[in-house]
């Protein structure tokens, strides 16, 4: 069974330009997530999906971040324009429902460096 | 809102040794699970073990163990029998409403040969 895959792995961008990252789940998961993980701490939820629709986007910071999984299977994640403090590494997650205890299997990231 | 507390940033354990890594979290959910993860310096996230809220049977899975008070509020990782390749960082999360996971700060374990 394949994994989570994330693409790009790496990224250095200037501040102030845009920058997108994808996500593709694991087959037939309907939930996936966004975290961010800054150096030295543990992941923090950004954005949640349940198939196409929107279930958690309460921490994302919403003025230049946006993300979208159109037909309910891969996404993107998009930062516009980028800030220093975006600088992280960022995790994509599946799991196959949104109900508590549901393994999530998390994706290899993307290590975003803010210049 | 949901809180995790890991208290313990890093510790050296002796291989062969055992090892617990200490999670205290806070939560008004009834229904609620604790994970275990951990993360090597290549970055990735690895699933270690599970326990629900409701499961009165401490969580095993080979070497890692979970010690759940719930009255404590505590969901500690005993690692038995530490081996080199369990140097990493170590992350007790809680899954809420939803399956959101909220993460505690991390340890991070050196083992020593």
């Known amino acids: 069974e394949a994994g989570v895959a994330q693409s790009p792995r790496y990224k250095i961008i200037e501040k102030r330009q845009s920058v997108a990252f994808w996500c593709n789940p694991i087959?037939?998961?309907?939930?996936l997530y966004w975290y961010q993980q800054i150096l030295g701490q543990g992941p923090k939820l950004l954005i949640q999906f349940q198939n196409n629709g929107v279930v958690d986007d309460s921490q994302l910071p919403k003025d230049r971040f946006s993300a979208e999984r159109l037909k309910g299977v891969d996404s993107t994640l998009k930062i516009q324009p980028a800030k220093l403090e975006d600088s992280a590494v960022y995790l994509c997650?599946?799991?196959?429902?949104?109900?508590?205890?549901?393994?999530?299997?998390f994706g290899p990231g993307t290590r975003l460096t803010v210049l | 809102a949901q809180k995790i507390t890991q208290t313990q940033p890093g510790m050296f354990v002796q291989e062969k040794e055992a090892v617990t890594l200490d999670c205290t979290y806070d939560?008004?959910?009834?229904?609620?699970?604790l994970f275990w993860y951990k993360q090597p310096s290549s970055g990735e996230m690895i699933f270690l073990i599970y326990?629900?809220?409701?499961?009165?049977q401490n969580a095993t899975e080979g070497r890692y163990s979970l010690n759940f008070q719930k009255a404590r509020k505590s969901a500690n990782l005993v690692i038995s029998a530490s081996q080199l390749g369990d140097s990493a960082m170590y992350f007790c999360a809680m899954s809420s409403a939803g399956n959101k996971l909220t993460f505690g700060g991390g340890t991070r374990v050196l083992v020593k040969p």
């Open positions: 087959s037939g998961h309907a939930t």
């Open positions: 939560t008004s959910d009834q229904s609620y699970g």
């Open positions: 997650a599946s799991s196959l429902q949104g109900v508590v205890g549901n393994e999530q299997f």
């Open positions: 326990q629900g809220s409701y499961d009165e």
